[in-house]
């Protein structure tokens, strides 16, 4: 039963003011979850919780910065405080990569790839787990990439943080596996995004020759790639265990 599947569970969705995470608080919200809509833009997270809340679904929005242990910290103790449990994790926040040579790359660039990116996810983990032990179980999901399978030029801050992405879905599912938390990651292409149209500065040519870089031939929707997290996090994916799943045009196939 598609609708009702998450009824009772309570989710967090990071970096879900927008693109990905806010399609995936938004399914998730549909089907029955109750949604702690987690940002660094409270503004763009209240918007996300308008969309659900407009839809018939519960979500909170909640201001987090992933790359502070503190501030997670309070972002989960929020969850317990306004929903009483927590069985879902989409961590999910991220920002662009720093288009630099390793070279020129200043410090403070790299730093914050993998302070966001990596050490966000572990933040997030550290704090999630505990709570999800005390309902007997649950389930994250990790956004990797297509780029944290492969290399990227010009893009090392990014492509070492969703390496790094994977390498931490794997052992944290191998540690909590046994007490009933899967944990996963996605790895998407391209979607359209905030982060991705700044990238791509409304340029129809720029457009073309990223989609040329996916044999589907197209970027995806965000809701596409948030499908995937939603089915990673259902009981239909109950033997799934610390996989990298792409989902990305068959960009990572090539
Ligand atoms: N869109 C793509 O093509 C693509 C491809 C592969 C992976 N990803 C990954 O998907 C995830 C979502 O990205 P998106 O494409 O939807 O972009 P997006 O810019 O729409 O979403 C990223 C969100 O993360 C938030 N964020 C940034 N720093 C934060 C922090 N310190 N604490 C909390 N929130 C913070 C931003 O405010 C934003 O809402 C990211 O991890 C990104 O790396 C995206």
New binding site residues.
């Given amino acids: 039963m598609h609708n009702e599947e998450f009824t009772g569970r309570v989710a967090i969705v990071?970096?879900?003011?927008?693109?990905?995470?806010?399609e995936s608080a938004r399914l998730f919200a549909e089907r029955g979850a109750s949604v702690i809509v987690?940002?660094?833009?409270l503004a763009?997270?209240q918007d996300t919780v308008d969309i659900i809340t407009a839809g018939g679904g519960a979500a909170t929005a909640v201001r987090?910065?992933?790359?502070?242990a503190v501030?997670v910290k309070e972002m989960v103790a929020a969850t317990i405080a306004t929903y009483g449990r927590l069985d879902i994790a989409h961590n999910?926040?991220?920002?662009?990569g720093a288009d630099e040579t390793i070279v020129d790359m200043p410090e403070e660039v790299w730093h914050a790839g993998i302070?966001?990116?990596l050490d966000?996810v572990f933040f997030c983990m550290k704090h999630e787990i505990p709570e999800m032990l005390k309902v007997g179980g649950g389930a994250i999901i990790n956004?990797?990439?297509?780029?944290g399978l492969i290399g990227v030029a010009r893009f090392s801050n990014?492509v070492a943080a969703?390496h790094g992405v994977i390498g931490l879905t794997k052992a944290a599912a191998l540690e909590y596996i046994t007490q009933g938390i899967r944990i996963n990651a996605i790895?998407?292409?391209?979607?359209?995004?905030?982060?991705?149209e700044e990238w791509m500065q409304g340029s129809a040519e720029a457009e073309a020759s990223v989609a040329a870089l996916h044999p589907i031939g197209r970027?995806?929707g965000?809701e596409e790639?948030a499908e995937a997290a939603v089915w990673l996090a259902s009981d239909a994916a109950s033997f799934v265990v610390g996989t990298a799943m792409s989902v990305d045009g068959g960009y990572t196939t090539l």
Avoid at 14 to 22: D, K, L, Q
Avoid at 38 to 41: H, K, L, P
Avoid at 92 to 96: E, L, P, R
Avoid at 190 to 196: E, K, L, Y
């Fill in positions: 990071t970096g879900a003011a927008g693109g990905i995470g806010r987690a940002d660094i833009n763009g997270a987090v910065d992933v790359a502070s501030s999910n926040a991220g920002i662009k302070s966001i990116m966000g956004t990797s990439s297509g780029a990014y969703k790895c998407p292409g391209t979607a359209r995004s905030q982060m991705v970027i995806a965000p790639i």
